[in-house]
Structures are given as structure tokens and as C-alpha cells.
């Protein structure tokens, strides 16, 4: 995008006029998923990672609200976002901005100056001011035949997050097999998540999620290490701490315990 365009806006400009089509978030129960981060990285046209700086800005200077709570179609509750008083000011400014300028758009092979509302208009999809807005980021000149394809293209990137997730999910399942994480486990962990772009809230749930499948199997994970332990001889020193730790992650009595260590000890 030229950066003397009228739509080449700020990443919190872009922010603002994104979550500004959405009213009355504050009184609903359940929220869309469309202001979760995953949501907002991609209608701002910023990375993932780079988001959560702009978004606690953005709430420490009183333009966005952010709450956790429960989102359409997910069994945990996520962060999510919405518009605050002096953020609706904001955006109310910046569409009021949009609203009378025009841009260049490509039109059968003709160039022709349009307002963002004719543009709208003149496509079979609803598009949005923030829509016209990302679109515009990745062209020099608007192209309405292109702009027809908005939501194929929405759903293949969303569909490459998807995927990009299931990727990390694998990684930390892997990772938490016998019910622990080492030191060098962790630090892979952390370079993937910062690779694929996951956000910190998104690793949490991720392996929350994890660990209540691992924890579904308590009694297992703790045999499994024990008899790794016991097969040269009694446990000691190292070892034993290490049961311990594993004991209290896995929320196993000292009595469930003893009694899984002496039955490894007689099978073996």
C-alpha cells in the first residue's frame, strides 16, 4: 500500500475500526469469536505475536475493555475484546474519516475512484470499512474482483491458524507425556510457540487443555516413571524427588503412591 493512502492507518487505528462493528458486547453473556486476539490479529493485518502489545496498550489508555469470558464454541473461557467509551470516540473519528475519501479500485479492467461505501455496493459480499482497510494493506490499487473472494480467502487463513495450532497442541502433548516437562522440553516448547506465532494465552489453554488429559491418567504417568526408577534398585536421592514433584503435579496421595511403587516392585 502507498503510505500517503488515505486507508493506510495505523495498526491501533485498525484495531479500533475493526471492533467497531461490534455494539453492545458489554451485555451479552456468551461472545463471539470474532474479538478473541486470534480474531483481531487477523482483521488488523498484524501478527500474532505482536498483538497482545498493541491490545494491553490500547487497554491501559481506556480505548478497549478487556474481559474473560466465554466464547461461541469454546469449552474454556478466552480473553476477548470490545470497544470502551473514549475507543467508540476514537473509531467514530476514523470512519468519519473514511467515509468521504476516495480510493483507486481496478473495475473490468478500469480504474475508478470510489467512495468505501460504493465499494461495498458494487460486490456481492458485505464488506466492512475494516475489510476494505486489510485488503488495501496488501495491493497498490484495489481490485473489486479480488475483493469478491474476501471470505474464501478469511477462511483459508483461519483454517492455516487451525492447523498451526493442532501443530502445538501435538508439541505439548509430547512434551507432557510422562507428566513433566524438562528444562529443554520447555525451551523447545517456547521456540515453536514464538515460530508458529502462538500467543501466550493461547499456550495456556493449549496446555491446560493437555493437562487435564494427562491428568486423566494419574495412577499411570506416576507407574510409568516409578518403575522407570526402581529398575536399578530402591529409589534415592534424585530420583525420589522427582516422584515427589511428580506426586503433587499429579495430585496422587502419598498412601496411592506407596502402594503403585510396591506393586511395580513386585512385578519387577
Request: glycine share 6%; proline share 2%; aromatic share 4%.
Amino acid at each position: 500500500m502507498d503510505p500517503n493512502s488515505p486507508l493506510a492507518l495505523t495498526t491501533e487505528a485498525r484495531i479500533l475500526l475493526y471492533l467497531s462493528d461490534f455494539r453492545n458486547m458489554e451485555e451479552r453473556y456468551v461472545l463471539p469469536r470474532t474479538l478473541t486476539q486470534k480474531s483481531i490479529a487477523y482483521a488488523a493485518g498484524v501478527q500474532r505475536k505482536h498483538l497482545s502489545r498493541y491490545l494491553d496498550d490500547m487497554v491501559k489508555s481506556g480505548d478497549l475493555t478487556e474481559t474473560k469470558g466465554h466464547i461461541e464454541g469454546e469449552k474454556q473461557r478466552m480473553l476477548a475484546y470490545y470497544l470502551a467509551p473514549r475507543g467508540w470516540e476514537r473509531a467514530r473519528g476514523i470512519k468519519e474519516r473514511l467515509a468521504v475519501v476516495r480510493v483507486p479500485v481496478k473495475v473490468a479492467g478500469d480504474v475508478r475512484q470510489m467512495t468505501l461505501a460504493e465499494i461495498d455496493k458494487a460486490t456481492s459480499v458485505h464488506l466492512t470499512f475494516s475489510d476494505i482497510v486489510r485488503e488495501a494493506m496488501e495491493v497498490d490499487t484495489l481490485d473489486l474482483a479480488h475483493l469478491e473472494g474476501i471470505d474464501e480467502r478469511r477462511r483459508r487463513a483461519m483454517d492455516e491458524r487451525l492447523k498451526k495450532l493442532e501443530a502445538y497442541a501435538r508439541a505439548i502433548m509430547t512434551a507432557w507425556k510422562d507428566g513433566r516437562v524438562s528444562a529443554t522440553e520447555r525451551l523447545l516448547v517456547e521456540q515453536l510457540r514464538e515460530h508458529l506465532g502462538v500467543s501466550r494465552e493461547e499456550h495456556e489453554r493449549i496446555e491446560t487443555q493437555v493437562m487435564e488429559e494427562v491428568l486423566s491418567n494419574r495412577q499411570g504417568i506416576y507407574r510409568a516413571v516409578a518403575e522407570e526408577a526402581l529398575e536399578d534398585g530402591p529409589v534415592r536421592g534424585d530420583e525420589r524427588e522427582l516422584l515427589e514433584a511428580l506426586r503433587k503435579k499429579l495430585g496422587i496421595s502419598v498412601e496411592e503412591c506407596q502402594r503403585i511403587e510396591a506393586d511395580a516392585t513386585r512385578k519387577g
